[in-house]
């Protein structure tokens, strides 16, 4: 059974950087693509990017410049930065394998002084 | 970016009655291999988003046959027979032809 869960600090200083992992069981990461997603409370998904061990990674437009996506084959786990947040950055962030209807629980991130 | 377009924004439905949302998008989503990589979700009040429907029209292992996705190139329908109570939720599509993947921006239904 396949099971992804997220972790990181809840709450994020503006201009400073959120971090995020991601461990995954049940699953090599390095067989397949993952993505991250998140959803501002009360609203819809939005697709960050996607990170492969064997095809790289892409980035949405809208956060390229600010996020980082890696995967550590040996703990099997991913990992999410985005730098300088602000206020827009709050969400509840998942990591996902899409296609297969894999996705964590969700961890929220607020970003506030 | 492809855009997917959902109607309606949300929809009130009685259970046992059926409901339907459509799903529209900028471009195609038919690939040269034949297949259209269009997908569906539900996300439960308070939960992660579900996969209910892959490449339009494939339920997902243990989805209710009362969930069922039709549709083709850029016009998609996701039908519910009969909605029951536990249904309640919003309803996201999503395109994986091309990145960046994107969603439609939500159906609730109530």
Redesign the interface.
Known sequence: QVQLQESGPGLVKPSETLSLTCFVSGVSVSSYCW?WVRQPAGR????I??VCTSGGT?Y??SLKSRVTMSVDTSKNQLSLTVSSVTAADTAVY?CAR????H????TLVTVSS | ?ILMTQTPLSLSVTPGQPASISCKSSQSLLESDGKTYL?W?L?KPGQ????LI?EVSKR??GVPERFSGSGSVTDFTLKISRVEAEDVG?Y?C?Q?IQ????????TRVE
């Open positions: 993505s819809g998904l939005e697709w990017g996607r892409y949405n437009a998942y899409l296609v297969a209807g996705w964590g629980q969700g | 970016d997908y979700f996300q992660s988003p579900q996969l892959q997902f292992s919003v996201y999503m994986t990145l960046p993947l994107t969603f439609g921006g939500g």
